[in-house]
């Protein structure tokens, strides 16, 4: 069944870490400028080289923000909205979930949505977690922020409604998995032992394969990047191949996460 009424959804995403991708492993990192600078690319070059693109082929994504991001760089906020794109909640500060206390989470929750709030001129409708984690406290949190989409979990090509303590919800669940993100391909770093970097061409191939298959199921194809990786020229690439690919596919809806959530929520609340 399709889960969009206009198409096949293709959602791109960019969760703009920044410095925050290493912070979040070891907060002594930010005594490490040259570590930092690898996520500082991000708000300085990457993001500005993947908004000329997205421009170029009239695409409109979501970029999930951690809000001392948004605080730091608000020029990065400005540039995304005036291109016509989504803010989404990216935490406060990215620290992960596993090692806080439900009111350190509680905190992320609040000063996130916050700074976000003011600095985008609404209230963020999605919420992804840092670095992919839950504790148990995290789904009820969602619910209480009011959020109508989450993207969070691997266990589906389709997106859903979210059970929350055994009630569904109206929260629409737009899954991903390892393999969509740009992440795990490319990002190295002397502190990330075991890490190599891949071929662009290795990328665009999996990224190619997944949506020949997910277009072929009738399902969506949620991407998710990052400004400082994907926003590198040979990674770029990669999301210009993927973009050519789709629009050689009739009825592929490449938007914001807000929107397509909209009119999935229909969907999936009539087939229920
Ligand atoms: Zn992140």
Known sequence: MATTSRGFPLLLTFDLDCETMWTARDASYAKRP??????????????????????????RATFFVPGIVAER??????????????????????????????????????????????????????????????????????EEYGFDYSSNFFDDDSPYLLTINGRRTRIVELPFRWVLDDAPFFQYSIVLPGRTMQAPSAVLEAWKSEFDVLYAEER???VGMHPEIIGQPSRLKVLEGLLLHAQSHPGVWIDRCDRITDDMRILLEAGA
């Open 73 to 142: 760089q608000p020029h990065t906020v400005e540039l995304i909205l005036k291109g016509g794109h989504e803010i989404a909640h990216h935490s406060y500060s990215h620290r992960w979930i596993v090692n806080l206390s439900p009111e350190e989470e509680h905190e992320e929750f609040q000063k996130g949505m916050e700074v976000l709030t003011r600095r985008a001129g609404y209230r963020p409708r999605g919420w992804r977690s840092p670095a992919a984690e839950f504790s148990e406290h995290t789904l009820g949190m969602i």
């Open 34 to 59: 040259i570590l930092m600078s690898q996520g500082a690319y991000g708000w300085k070059v990457g993001l500005q080289r993947v908004l000329a693109l997205l421009e170029r082929f009239q695409a």
């Open 220 to 222: 969506m194809m949620m």
